[in-house]
T-cell receptor, first 111, second 115 residues
Framework: QKEVEQNSGPLSVPEGAIASLNCTYS??????FFWYRQYSGKSPELIMF????GDKEDGRFTAQLNKASQYVSLLIRDSQPSDSATYLC???????????FGKGTRLSVIA | EAGVTQFPSHSVIEKGQTVTLRCDPI?????LYWYRRVMGKEIKFLLH????????ESGMPNNRFLAERTGGTYSTLKVQPAELEDSGVYFC?????????????FGAGTRLSVL
């Protein structure tokens, strides 16, 4: 059974702080790793993807991948109240294969 | 460019009735996926179309679910007859064909309530 595990939260951080979201996956064959953000009642929106070990930065967001430990994380710097949402970790076997999702972590940024 | 569109956004039906959900993918996307999230659980894969062909339907829960994508454009997911456990949010996603790494873009989902 392929699984993706996330801490459901809620994770509360003060405005301006760094939010750290973590995810582990069970299938060692996983090739692509995604972070989606979902506001209540809205579509999951891709915010970061990563394929290689190491860090990938995009603005205030940094994704980190460690395939040996089967671990993916998302750092959000200078957190804003508008970052308050559920963050979904998803992985697949690459290409157009289906995504396997975690349950999501609810982030709350306190002004 | 329009994103992935799903309708209805919300459907309330009684057990035993039939419901049809529709998904319009991003124009030009050959790949179309259906996923479902039931309360308290993670989003789970149902099936994958490449154009009009079913590439992978390993996630379909049972034969009460029928998905079609005639002409390789929009897709429908019919549940007949609906059961209580079918309640949840049904998401559609689409992606372009080709390449080792592709992005799936999601619609806002259809919330199905079976009473």
């Amino acid at each position: 059974q392929k699984e993706v595990e996330q801490n459901s939260g809620p994770l509360s951080v003060p405005e301006g702080a760094i939010a750290s979201l973590n995810c582990t996956y069970s299938d060692r064959g996983s090739q692509s790793f995604f972070w989606y953000r979902q506001y209540s009642g809205k579509s999951p929106e891709l915010i970061m993807f990563i394929y290689s070990n190491g860090d990938k930065e995009d603005g205030r967001f940094t994704a980190q991948l460690n395939k040996a430990s089967q671990y993916v994380s998302l750092l959000i710097r200078d957190s804003q109240p508008s970052d308050s949402a559920t963050y979904l970790c998803a992985v697949n076997l690459g290409g157009n294969t289906p995504l396997v999702f975690g349950k999501g972590t609810r982030l709350s940024v306190i002004a | 460019e329009a994103g992935v569109t799903q309708f209805p956004s919300h459907s309330v039906i009684e057990k035993g009735q039939t419901v049809t959900l529709r998904c319009d993918p991003i124009s030009g996307h050959d790949n179309l996926y259906w996923y479902r999230r039931v309360m308290g659980k993670e989003i789970k894969f149902l099936l994958h179309f490449v154009k009009e062909s079913k590439q992978d339907e390993s996630g379909m829960p049972n034969n009460r679910f029928l998905a079609e994508r005639t002409g390789g454009t929009y897709s429908t997911l019919k549940v007949q007859p609906a059961e209580l456990e079918d309640s949840g949010v049904y998401f559609c996603a689409s992606s372009q064909q080709g390449g080792p790494f592709t992005i799936q873009y999601f619609g806002a989902g259809t919330r199905l309530s079976v009473l």
